[in-house]
């Protein structure tokens, strides 16, 4: 049987179950984290949500920060919360978000446009010259 990491994960929003989705297949998910006082004590997907402070209590291998804040809580985790640098995994936001298909509706139609933009002038120079 193979031994999974045991992570904790900070931010108990849609970055963080946008994490979990992408890493339960290697890590073995303990708790998540979340700097959200009215969160603390709850569940998230089977999962108890905690303060930073009491991660501390946690036998994790690793800290995975699944928030657009980022920088800040690896910040606070390090100098407030007095956890090695090594310990701690700040995923991009790219990681964060779920592909939204209007995203690629969108660039398709920002694309037509600078390509139908680009005949035009071509097709008036053509015209005037």
Known sequence: ???????????????????????????????????????????????????????????????????????QIHHQLIFEEKISPEKIIRLSVSMLTKANPLYYIAAFTVAAFWILSAFVVVAALLYWL
């Open 1 to 71: 049987m193979e031994i999974k990491p045991r992570i904790a994960l900070f931010g108990a929003g849609s970055g963080g179950l946008n994490a979990y989705e992408y890493l339960k297949n290697d890590y073995e998910l303990v708790v998540f984290v979340d700097n959200d006082k009215r969160k603390h004590g709850q569940m998230l997907n089977g999962f108890r949500i905690i303060s930073p402070q009491e991660l501390r209590d946690f036998p994790v291998d690793k800290i995975v920060i699944a928030s657009t804040y980022g920088l």
